[in-house]
């Protein structure tokens, strides 16, 4: 079932989904991507910094190409990360895809990786072995008899307020993707949005949804 | 202080001090964001942009401004490309919100001017829903944005053309020129350059601005350069007609025969052709509208005596743009005809004809001057004489229409004489000249019969102006029964439609010039007057679809565009853009005689609606008796509000004691005079304004 329905679903604020639709020429972007590679290397945050190094530990000079996601079985990605998940047509980005067993942040902590080591074998994958990495990571919590949506619960999980309690399989896609990638958009439930929000929020489902994408 | 912000991500990122380091701030609370958030933060590419300002304050009020704008950016274009109902009404709604509060309407329009529409009229249902809704102020933008649509495309189209890698020396990539365009010079303000003078004021804005490095300058210079010369063309004509003279003693090239076709097939060719060329100019497709040129010249050339009906297609053409007030295109066709039959009397009487619509008058002269050399004196001269009289030099034009041999014999030269007369305010000797040619006329003189339909038209507007309107009336309906040619025809229907206007007669003046439309719809002229008619009735943003901004240069008659949108947009409470057409556009306008003291009445009025007291005292004063009986009701009623807002007692008096001496009946402005009594100036406003929307020339 993973191999033949799971994809990446990236998860982002009303506002952008809404941008996207307004100019199909424009690209979503991550935030290393965003504030450039040198110049605008923002922040102090002890976090930042460690998102950068996380990067750059796991991806070298390309972490500022990578757009996060996570595999799923549905529509739905994690909702601590936006206000509408978007699911990709995986042929536009199997090729660029590779997965990580959990939160880049976590795995590089859990593991005390530092840069210059060598990645720990058996915790990452290719588009094409997705399942075995989902297999040999959740092969504990499977059991004869659980549904599809059973599993997309063992495989997202997520109580919608906490990212680090957020449980996933992280998809890394190398640079951008625009709104001819994205193959369903679904509003993320029990969101507090503002007015703002919900008005982009609306707008981006509503015209997704004109345009023949598929919604919920 | 320099920061980065990005409208879609609605952050900022401010420089920490010493660190080179960064902040991030949400640019829509201006609270610096949690930093577990911030790294999370997402955007779409493009939209970065580094700002400067003094502070971190005024770097967060640039970012916010730029954030709302993109914002209603983002949501008008999604509107205007449709959405659902209930959506839309949401959107429109937190739009004109974000216009009345945050961003401004011209920063808007002109980030919604990057590229033409791909149907320019699609928006228009937008519009009527936002009014439906009562949002004015996206409704406003709406039709801004439809009204600009061909001076867009053609612009766009200049500039597509221009720019090939190897006419400038860019250090800037043509789209990085555009965007900025768009983004920082306002795009509008390039739009309706009225002039090459005023294109290149703006466009140098641009250059200094926006650009450092100074090749950039320079190529961006060179490119604003040959844009104008392209948008304005008239400067040059003079060179282009010199240099299609040296050539005289070159053979003229014919084109071979590509095939028999019958007289029918070519006709009936020519003229889906006329059709296609002149709906591409009043799209302002250029571009297009010059290829099509090209075929047909090149088809009707390998006809034997092709040259001939070419020239008459272009001239056809030339007319038609004419009457769009599209005199640049005009231009163009004249020059090609030109280039067709170099010495023709005809084409050069019509060129100087171009000339003196545009104000262009030494240059005029000089081809009636040639004309005359080739042989065609009367004409020329005749046509000599019509400069002088576009130039309220009366008593010269009527000497020169008199030099005319045998002139007494030619009842055009002395109908054109009669309107002279009429125009001095000498109105008993042209009722005189005019009842002589109609007489002639009735005695059978055959070269007097087609002169005295138009005499007639000169009685009917002398009745006008003394307030006889129901002769008027008759008058223009009776020789409606006569006229037989359409093109005439429609003249006196727009002159029957003034004098209904100023009946208030208005559902049967709509109904004349609504018909005229549909039978010229190229013509601008009776749009400008249906704009007017639709004002009177209360209907002022449908009125406003008629009188677009201006088309670009400047010509005769054309005054009435930003004339009676200037008035509609005072109706509106639009003051900004009522100044623009009533005030800034009084000095370009071409025009002469009573119609420059209507202008300067409809300035006034724009002066008084804003309480500026001295600047409409100004204006006033240079405004002479007129011999329009209606429009100097007006100029006095006018006067008189402007006393009785300094309370100057002693003009006051004298001023009603005027207008009383009038003896006409004028509904409108008698209630103006009224309510200035009661001091409500501002109903005497309401008044004041129909009365100057029922005026056209």
């Known amino acids: ?216 | 202080m320099i920061g980065i912000s990005s409208s879609s991500a609605g952050v900022l990122l401010l420089p920490k001090s010493g660190t080179g380091e960064y902040a991030v701030l949400d640019v829509v609370g201006g609270e610096e964001q949690d930093s577990i958030e911030a790294k999370y933060l997402y955007s779409t590419a493009q939209d970065w942009e580094e700002i400067e300002g003094t502070d971190a304050d005024a770097l967060l009020e640039i970012a916010t401004r730029e954030y709302w704008l993109a914002r209603t950016v983002s949501l008008l274009r999604l509107a205007i490309g449709g959405l659902e109902n209930p959506l839309e009404k949401r959107v429109l709604e937190h739009v004109e919100e974000i216009l009345c509060s945050r961003v401004s309407s011209e920063r808007v329009l002109d980030r919604l001017l990057i590229a033409p529409l791909a149907d320019p009229r699609s928006p228009l249902m937008l519009a009527k829903s936002a009014l439906s809704y009562g949002f004015s102020a996206v409704a406003s933008i709406i039709e801004e944005l439809v009204d600009m649509q061909p001076l867009l495309r053609r612009l766009t189209e200049i500039w597509l053309g221009l720019l090939s890698p190897d006419s400038h020396d860019y250090s800037d990539s043509k789209e990085k020129i555009w965007v900025t365009a768009v983004d920082k010079c306002g795009i509008k303000q390039l739009l309706i350059a009225r002039n090459k003078h005023e294109f290149i004021k703006v466009w140098n804005r641009l250059v200094f601005h926006h650009f450092a490095n100074p090749q950039s300058r320079s190529g961006v210079n060179a490119l604003g350069r040959d844009i104008s010369q392209q948008l304005f063309p008239h400067k040059e004509q003079k060179e282009i007609i010199a240099d299609t003279m040296l050539e005289v003693g070159e053979p003229v090239r014919r084109h071979e025969k590509e095939r028999v076709i019958s007289d029918y097939e070519a006709f009936t060719r020519v003229e889906k052709q006329i059709t296609a060329i002149l709906q591409a100019v009043s799209e302002g497709r250029d571009g297009k509208a010059k290829k099509f040129i090209r075929e047909l010249i090149q088809q009707q050339t390998s006809l034997s005596d092709g040259e001939s009906y070419a020239v008459k297609s272009l001239c056809n053409i030339a007319k038609q743009c004419a009457d769009m007030f599209r005199m640049d295109f005009e231009a163009v066709c004249l020059n090609e005809a030109l280039k067709l039959q170099r010495y023709d009397p005809w084409m050069l009487i019509q060129y100087g004809d171009h000339l003196k619509r545009v104000g262009n008058y030494e240059e005029a002269l000089h081809y009636f001057n040639q004309a005359e050399k080739y042989g065609e004196r009367e004409v020329a001269k005749s046509s000599e004489a019509d400069v002088y009289s576009q130039q309220s030099d009366y008593a010269k034009a009527i000497l020169t229409y008199e030099a005319i041999p045998n002139f007494r014999d030619k009842p055009k030269i002395l109908n054109a004489i009669a309107d002279n007369l009429r125009k001095m305010g000498r109105m008993v000797e042209a009722q005189d000249a005019y009842q002589k040619l109609i007489d002639s006329a009735q005695h059978g003189l055959p070269e007097f019969a087609d002169s005295a339909v138009r005499a007639q038209s000169g009685v009917a507007e002398i009745a006008k102006r003394a307030g006889r309107l129901e002769e008027a009336l008759k008058s223009y309906q009776r020789i409606l029964e006569q006229e037989a040619d359409d093109r005439d025809k429609l003249f006196y229907k727009l002159g029957l439609c003034n004098v209904l206007k100023l009946m208030d007669r208005f559902k049967e003046a709509y109904a004349i010039v609504d018909e005229v439309i549909q039978n010229y719809p190229f013509a601008m002229e009776p749009r400008f007057i249906r704009g007017s008619i639709l004002g009177l009735i209360g209907r002022e943003l449908e009125g406003l679809k008629d009188l677009p901004e201006s088309s670009g240069s400047l010509s005769w008659r054309e005054w009435l565009r930003p004339y009676y949108r200037g008035l509609l947009l005072l109706k509106l409470e639009r003051y900004g853009d009522a100044k623009r057409n009533l005030v800034e556009e009084l000095s370009k306008a071409i025009v002469s005689g009573e119609e420059k003291a209507i202008l300067r009445m409809a300035a006034a009025l724009y002066f008084l609606k804003e309480g500026e007291t001295s600047e409409a005292d100004g204006i006033l004063s240079t405004i002479p008796n007129l011999y329009d009986c209606h429009t100097q009701y007006l100029s006095l009623v006018l006067k008189l509000h402007s006393a009785t807002r300094r309370e100057d007692l002693a003009v006051m008096d004298s001023l009603k004691k005027q207008i009383a001496a009038l003896n006409i009946a004028y509904t409108g402005l008698e209630k103006a005079v009224i309510a200035l009594g009661e001091r409500n100036f501002s109903l005497a406003l309401n008044y004041e304004t129909d009365a100057l929307l029922k005026l056209a020339a």
């Open chain 1, 1 to 216: 079932m993973v191999k033949e329905k799971s994809g990446v679903v990236v998860t982002m604020p009303a506002g952008i989904a809404r941008s996207l639709l307004d100019n199909p020429k424009l690209l979503y972007m991550n935030y290393e991507q965003m504030v450039g590679a040198n110049l605008r290397r923002p922040s102090d945050f002890d976090n930042d910094r460690q998102r950068c190094a996380v990067g750059g530990i796991l991806f070298g000079s390309y972490a500022n190409y990578i757009i996060y996601g996570a595999l799923s079985l549905t529509e739905d990605g994690l909702p601590t990360y936006g206000d509408v998940h978007c699911r990709l047509r995986s042929v536009t980005i199997e090729k660029r895809t590779s997965f990580l067993e959990t939160n880049s942040f976590r795995f590089v902590s859990e593991h005390h990786i530092v840069a210059g080591d060598n990645l720990p074998i058996g915790y990452m994958a290719c588009w094409k072995y997705r399942h075995i990495l989902v297999l040999s990571k959740l092969a504990d919590r499977l059991s004869i008899g659980q549904t599809e949506s059973d599993w997309q619960a063992i495989l997202i999980s997520s109580d919608g307020q906490n990212r680090e309690k957020d449980d996933f399989i992280e998809a890394h896609i190398y640079e951008n993707f625009d709104i001819n990638a994205i193959e369903s958009m679904v509003a993320c439930t029990g969101k507090r949005l503002n007015r703002n929000e919900k008005l982009d929020l609306d707008i981006a489902i509503s015209e997704f949804s004109r345009r023949g994408g598929r919604t919920k």
